[in-house]
């Protein structure tokens, strides 16, 4: 079951290029602390589901190496789709994802910017389904909504047949809420991948895709679901000279890295792996990074190409992180610095464990995810060298991790709560 409204009397434009109005209806330790409130960073959203779960789904380890290392250059050429023609006002987006946490920002990027916006929504939303269809409506405001799901290509299909009108671009903001095994390919592969046939179905000619920059790497099951896909979109765009795609790979986002910023507040030290120098990124917020999705419906250098994209200015450790926190605060700086041996012990136990229970098969996918993060850096990986390159990573934007830091000792973490991203 589905149902549409527009919050405003949006117009949408039909293949034929007729308007149609929809109406608005009524309807123990501080460790221990550091594991809770720090998020499963970078690539996993708010995202949830109803249906059961399915096997994941199997690619070769060689392909994923090979797309894992195509650079933004490496593009495939095509003619631009028909829609870059038209005024903003006359292009019909279709979003899913659209109530996450980067999803949100790019509905409203998007409507800020004139495009006809269908968002797709659950009917209960948001961190544990806390919203109900009124408030993802009051959310999503200016928005063309249609509650469905998108983990049902049946469903979907007809969600989008129920509203008698085209689609030109898709804007998938879909990622797994956990990082789970059955739950990555249930998303970041089988639910992006609905999207994908249900656009085309009804003449979306460009998709742009919300990957994640760890993907360079992949050792985890979101990061192989996601670069199926991502073989997907380029392997439609080489048999279509009438469809194009854009990859947009992140680095850190802002709320990744927000959950210690009260902790440290309250007089706790800051938590870091190792030396606190193990890994770095270039973290961007939700904003801006909304602003360069958006910036890929139309632009004609970012038509087939994977773009990985960070925030302004220097890539940050860890310790640079702290640092950065405690001179805000004006307090002293106090680290507790956790060997990472002690990662690798939990993960080679539950390794063992899951051989006899399968069912912690996520318990050790989610500590390998912490493993990664504490060691990897979010930045572009030189498949050559084996190094991460600062300098290489393109930067985007003008907002700041350290007024970010600022906000937050301000007003608290109001709108980047970290959810079901309480890994590690």
Same mark, same amino acid.
């Given at each position: 079951?589905?149902?549409?409204?527009?919050?405003?009397?949006?117009?949408?434009?039909?293949?034929?290029?007729?308007?149609?109005?929809?109406?608005?209806?009524?309807?123990?330790?501080?460790?221990?602390?550091?594991?809770?409130?720090?998020?499963?960073?970078?690539?996993?959203?708010?995202?949830?589901?109803?249906?059961?779960?399915?096997?994941?789904?199997?690619?070769?380890?060689?392909?994923?190496?090979?797309?894992?290392?195509?650079?933004?250059?490496?593009?495939?050429?095509?003619?631009?789709?028909?829609?870059?023609?038209?005024?903003?006002?006359?292009?019909?987006?279709?979003?899913?994802?659209?109530? +996450?946490?980067?999803?949100?920002? =790019? $509905?409203?990027? !998007?409507? @800020? &910017?004139?495009?006809? #916006?269908?968002?797709?929504?659950?009917?209960?939303?948001?961190?544990?389904?806390?919203?109900?269809?009124?408030?993802?409506?009051?959310?999503?405001?200016?928005?063309?909504?249609?509650?469905?799901?998108?983990?049902?290509?049946?469903?979907?299909?007809?969600?989008?047949?129920?509203? +008698?009108?085209?689609?030109?671009? =898709? $804007?998938?903001? !879909?990622? @797994? &809420?956990?990082?789970? #095994?059955?739950?990555?390919?249930?998303?970041?592969?089988?639910?992006?991948?609905?999207?994908?046939?249900?656009?085309?179905?009804?003449?979306?000619?460009?998709?742009?895709?919300?990957?994640?920059?760890?993907?360079?790497?992949?050792?985890?099951?979101?990061?192989?679901?996601?670069?199926?896909?991502?073989?997907?979109?380029?392997?439609?765009?080489?048999?279509?000279?009438?469809?194009?795609?854009?990859?947009?790979?992140?680095?850190?986002?802002?709320?990744?890295?927000?959950?210690?910023?009260?902790?440290?507040?309250?007089?706790?030290?800051?938590?870091?792996?190792?030396?606190?120098?193990?890994?770095?990124?270039?973290?961007?917020?939700?904003?801006?990074?909304?602003?360069?999705?958006?910036?890929?419906?139309?632009?004609?250098?970012?038509?087939?190409?994977?773009?990985?994209?960070?925030?302004?200015?220097?890539?940050?450790?860890?310790?640079?992180?702290?640092?950065?926190?405690?001179?805000?605060?004006?307090?002293?700086?106090?680290?507790?610095?956790?060997?990472?041996?002690?990662?690798?012990?939990?993960?080679?136990?539950?390794?063992?464990?899951?051989?006899?229970?399968?069912?912690?098969?996520?318990?050790?996918?989610?500590?390998?995810?912490?493993?990664?993060?504490?060691?990897?850096?979010?930045?572009?990986?030189?498949?050559?060298?084996?190094?991460?390159?600062?300098?290489?990573?393109?930067?985007?934007?003008?907002?700041?991790?350290?007024?970010?830091?600022?906000?937050?000792?301000?007003?608290?973490?109001?709108?980047?709560?970290?959810?079901?991203?309480?890994?590690?």
């Amino acid at each position: 079951m589905s149902s549409c409204y527009s919050s405003n009397l949006l117009t949408l434009h039909s293949p034929k290029h007729q308007r149609n109005s929809i109406n608005l209806s009524s309807e123990s330790s501080q460790f221990v602390k550091f594991l809770r409130v720090r998020s499963v960073p970078y690539a996993l959203s708010s995202f949830s589901f109803r249906r059961e779960l399915s096997e994941p789904v199997k690619v070769s380890r060689e392909r994923l190496k090979l797309l894992a290392s195509l650079t933004p250059s490496e593009a495939v050429e095509t003619a631009p789709s028909a829609f870059r023609n038209k005024s903003p006002k006359d292009i019909n987006v279709l979003v899913v994802g659209s109530t +996450g946490y980067i999803g949100k920002f =790019v $509905v409203k990027e !998007l409507i @800020s &910017r004139g495009f006809n #916006v269908i968002a797709i929504a659950r009917e209960k939303s948001g961190i544990r389904g806390r919203n109900d269809m009124e408030a993802t409506l009051s959310e999503l405001k200016g928005a063309n909504v249609c509650f469905s799901d998108v983990t049902n290509l049946e469903v979907l299909e007809k969600s989008l047949d129920k509203l +008698g009108v085209s689609v030109d671009v =898709v $804007v998938s903001c !879909l990622a @797994s &809420r956990t990082g789970g #095994v059955k739950d990555s390919w249930k998303i970041d592969y089988e639910a992006t991948k609905n999207s994908l046939l249900a656009g085309k179905k009804f003449g979306a000619s460009h998709f742009v895709l919300l990957s994640a920059i760890c993907v360079q790497k992949p050792l985890l099951e979101f990061q192989r679901a996601k670069l199926k896909l991502e073989a997907e979109l380029m392997k439609e765009a080489e048999e279509n000279d009438g469809f194009t795609y854009s990859i947009v790979r992140p680095t850190a986002f802002f709320k990744s890295l927000g959950g210690q910023v009260e902790l440290v507040k309250d007089g706790k030290p800051y938590v870091m792996f190792g030396d606190g120098k193990l890994c770095a990124c270039k973290p961007i917020s939700e904003q801006d990074l909304a602003s360069f999705i958006v910036d890929c419906v139309l632009s004609q250098d970012k038509i087939n190409k994977i773009l990985p994209i960070g925030g302004p200015g220097k890539a940050l450790t860890p310790l640079e992180q702290g640092e950065m926190l405690f001179q805000l605060l004006g307090k002293e700086p106090k680290f507790l610095k956790v060997p990472i041996g002690i990662m690798d012990f939990a993960i080679g136990l539950l390794d063992f464990l899951v051989k006899i229970f399968p069912s912690l098969e996520d318990a050790a996918e989610f500590g390998k995810i912490g493993r990664y993060y504490a060691a990897e850096s979010m930045l572009i990986l030189d498949p050559e060298t084996g190094e991460y390159s600062a300098e290489k990573t393109p930067s985007y934007g003008n907002d700041t991790l350290e007024v970010f830091f600022a906000r937050v000792l301000r007003e608290g973490m109001a709108g980047q709560e970290l959810g079901e991203q309480t890994i590690f």
